[in-house]
């Protein structure tokens, strides 16, 4: 069976700090990966998704990036993180199209 | 662009009655799929059901059923015999067929089962 996860679960960062989130799938090949931002008590909005290893889509002009160094390994990052990046980030991967997504647990980001 | 918009931030139930939460969604396609998605305390984002575009049958679930009303763009999820465990936030998400499963999802309603 597939799994994904995601690490850590709950980060504490410094206004200016560099940030790395990491997502990884299991028991699958070439899956869409996405990482989504969830503001406290909103929806989620997807920030990059990617089809493959080395190409991200961003979604939204922000502080952050991604990038897919391996098939089944998506990073979040940030050179210098801002007080609005707080939040709970989700990582999410699907199979190939018309396949719903299915989630990481997420981290949560708190930005001091 | 696609835009999904669940109208009911709040809604509470007993245990073992009925609720539906509503979702209603703004689209040009005709080829898409929706779905329900659970997120409970936990902050995990679980699936609940899914329905496509092109099959006139309600999805149902167990005790989760949908009411699909394609022409009027509504999409409700419909939650019998509820439990305490339904206790949760509840997110409507659309998908485009063949648009890299891209997800466009409402800003969710929390539900309270009270005992």
């Known amino acids: 069976s597939q799994t994904i996860h995601q690490w850590p679960a709950t980060l504490v960062q410094p206004v200016g700090s560099p940030l790395s989130l990491e997502c990884t799938v299991e028991g699958t090949s070439n899956p869409n990966l996405y990482w989504y931002r969830q503001a406290a008590g909103r929806g989620l909005q997807l920030l990059f998704y990617?089809?493959?290893?080395?190409?991200i889509s961003s979604e939204v002009p922000q502080n952050l990036s991604a990038s897919r160094p391996q098939d089944r390994q998506f990073i979040l990052s940030s050179k210098k993180l801002l007080l609005s990046d707080s939040g709970f980030y989700l990582c999410?991967?699907?199979?190939?199209?018309?396949?719903?997504?299915?989630f990481g647990d997420g981290t949560r980001l708190s930005i001091l | 662009a696609q835009t999904v918009t669940q109208s009911q931030p709040e809604m509470s139930v007993q245990e073992a009655e009925t609720v539906t939460l509503s979702c209603t969604y703004d689209?040009?396609?005709?080829?898409?799929?929706l779905f329900w998605y659970k997120q409970p305390p936990s902050r995990q984002m679980i699936l609940v059901i899914r329905?496509?575009?092109?099959?006139?049958q309600n999805a149902t679930e167990n005790r989760f059923s949908v009411n699909f009303q394609k022409a009027a763009k509504s999409f409700s999820l419909k939650i019998s015999d509820s439990q305490l465990g339904d206790t949760a936030m509840y997110f409507c998400?659309?998908?485009?067929?063949?648009?890299?499963?891209?997800?466009?999802f409402g800003s969710g309603t929390k539900l309270n089962v009270k005992p």
């Open positions: 329905q496509e575009a092109y099959k006139q």
């Open positions: 999410a991967w699907s199979r190939r199209v018309n396949q719903p997504q299915h």
């Open positions: 998400a659309f998908m485009k067929r063949h648009n890299f499963n891209k997800f466009y």
């Open positions: 689209t040009s396609e005709s080829n898409y799929y």
């Open positions: 990617s089809v493959g290893i080395g190409q």
